[in-house]
């Protein structure tokens, strides 16, 4: 079988249905291949758009989504889309064009070092040698992929390895030295955590993306119901657990919400799943939750311990240890501790967000209010990454896992739009809105294309105030309002744009407006870009500065 040929039927019994790409020369012979396949190839317009879009399809379905470029620009282009990945644990496998082997370190055209390059921002990478060991090669980075804790695999694809011809077999399953990942958790520390929260007098649960990853949701529920212990979610957590349930905290962290601030830092115990305590979770480590003793739940040995000391470490799947933790709290008579219950009912009643803002320009808060009556909790809702992230996740309501894409670890400014077309390829069932900001939406929307040519419909929702918002906040507030490099102008028209695309363009300027643009662009039979123009120097409150505790909040 030719190498080409290998590598498509190898990604047919990984179960692949669609890459999204652009080839090159580098990349010839494999979307040859490709021709006579079964799999959809959409083209994006740029190979960062494909990066993300595959990453969105890995978050809304659980499976892994797969990119792929030429060699040289094509591949380094790919780059940001899998740091992007790797810092958010999204199973995604991207395959990269690559000069012939008999070329390698020659410095030929369009060649780069992408293994190099990718090694520190991939699970791991490969570089194909030889036409046989394509089916292992494949099965092994599909298995890295998916498996443990997920992130990003590369495959390397010199031109001659896709052209050459060899006697090749294509195995169930493979072996891979020194992986095992460890999923069930030890029995003897399970069986400790239950006897501290039995005992706790304040404790909160904080789920992270592992909860989501490892569809731990309904036994996070049940835990949280046994103990009537409040749940916190870090950003990349939101939507493993339902946020209209009176447990609920939302998001903690320097644009999280009050009231889960101020929960966890009073807690006396925190029961932490699959989250790796990021600076943006705890602002100033010294003053996080210093009454609490930390239980820490986690698949990878290497976060437990990294930023924040876990009085009781396990290392394991979430699920599986979430479902034994049930096991061990049920030989318990338990007593719900209804004080510490109704302290945290007065916090989220006290610090409320308002939403219901009747002001022209428009504020952002009211915007992400009447989208979210508006679409259903099964919708899909990605963000791009600035001040339009913070408001999405702060003041949005989410109820199921996977109904929330956002980029967490990396901030990717251009993430959301194509997340939102690999999240309506992966579920075309349901509504998919990009909650975006001007400037973030501007550095991937030529993908505008990518919708129109392939008959994906999203919705994008640009929150439109004519500055890098974010970067403008933090120079009004610790800068003396020196606005440096942040005014994007007044010139650039959203709707003309879409319109130039193929699409179709609403701009929306007052409060009464925004349902019936919302309705409009779901009943569209296209992609919609709602242009929001809102207040330009509206700020995201609350918020906590950087390098401060977690109850230091300014708004």
């Known amino acids: 079988m030719q190498g080409a040929k290998a590598i498509v039927e190898s990604l047919k019994r990984e179960g692949v249905e669609v890459i999204f790409g652009i080839p090159g020369g580098a990349s010839i012979p494999f979307y040859d291949a490709l021709y006579d396949s079964d799999i959809r190839t959409i083209l994006t317009r740029h190979e960062q758009g494909a990066a993300h879009a595959a990453d969105g399809y890995a978050r809304a379905s659980g499976r892994v989504g797969v990119c792929t470029a030429t060699s040289g620009p094509g591949a380094t282009n790919l780059t940001t889309g899998i740091a992007t990945a790797y810092m958010d644990s999204s199973p995604i496998v991207a395959l990269t064009g690559q000069v012939a082997t008999s070329f390698i370190g020659k410095d030929a055209f369009q060649e780069t070092d992408i293994i190099g390059i990718t090694m520190p921002i991939t699970k791991h990478n490969f570089q194909l040698r030889s036409v046989e060991e394509i089916p292992k090669i494949f099965k092994m980075a599909f298995k890295i992929a998916s ?4 992130g990003p695999v590369l495959i390397d694809m010199p031109k001659d390895v896709q052209e050459k011809e060899a006697e090749v077999e294509f195995p169930d399953n493979v072996e891979i030295p020194g992986y095992k990942p460890r999923l069930k958790g030890n029995a003897r520390q399970i069986k400790k955590a239950a006897e501290m929260l039995v005992n706790a007098e304040r404790p909160i649960i904080l789920a992270g993306g592992g909860v989501i990853i490892s569809n731990a949701h309904e036994e996070l529920l049940k835990i949280a119901e046994m103990l009537l212990a409040p749940v916190a ?4 957590g939101k939507g493993a657990f339902p946020e209209t349930h009176p447990l609920a905290l939302g998001c903690i962290g320097m644009h999280g919400r009050k009231a889960a601030n101020y929960a966890i830092t009073d807690s006396d115990l925190i029961l ?8 943006r979770s705890t602002g100033a480590l010294h003053c996080f939750a210093p009454e609490a003793k930390i239980i820490h739940i986690d698949i990878d040995p290497a976060e437990i311990g990294k930023n924040v000391t876990a009085h009781l470490p396990i290392v394991g799947d979430a699920k599986l240890v979430l479902r034994d933790l049930i096991k061990y709290l049920q030989a318990y008579q338990l007593k719900k501790n209804t004080r510490w219950y109704e302290k945290v009912q007065e916090y989220k009643k006290e610090f409320n967000p308002k939403m219901d803002y009747d002001d022209v320009p428009l504020k952002p808060p009211r915007i992400i209010k009447d989208i979210m009556d508006t679409i259903s909790y099964d919708d899909i809702v990605t963000t791009e990454v600035g001040q339009c992230q913070m408001w999405a996740a702060h003041y949005l309501s989410r109820t199921k896992p996977r109904t929330f894409i956002t980029s967490g670890g990396l901030g990717t400014m251009g993430f959301g739009f194509p997340a939102a077309i690999g999240a309506k390829v992966a579920r075309p069932e349901v509504n998919v809105v990009d909650i975006a ?5 501007l550095m991937n929307i030529q993908e505008l294309a990518t919708c129109s040519e392939n008959n994906i419909k999203v919705i994008v929702a640009v929150l439109n105030n004519r500055y890098l918002g974010m970067v403008r906040q933090w ?3 610790f800068y003396n309002k020196r606005y440096s490099s942040v005014y994007l102008g007044e010139k650039t028209d959203f709707v003309k ?8 363009g609403i701009r929306v300027e007052k409060p009464s407006e925004i349902k019936e643009a919302v309705k409009e662009a779901l009943k569209n039979e296209v992609t919609t870009v709602i242009d929001f123009i809102v207040e330009p120097e ?4 609350p918020m906590v500065p950087p390098g401060k505790c977690l109850k230091d909040i300014i708004e």
């Open 497 to 504: 744009i879409a319109e130039g695309f193929g699409v179709e």
């Open 437 to 441: 900001g001007d400037g973030s939406f």
């Open 538 to 541: 509206c700020n995201i409150f």
């Open 272 to 279: 932490a799943v699959g989250t790796r305590f990021s600076d």
């Open 233 to 236: 979610t870090t950003l990349m």
């Open 147 to 150: 498996t443990g804790r997920p």
């Open 475 to 477: 120079q009004e507030l």
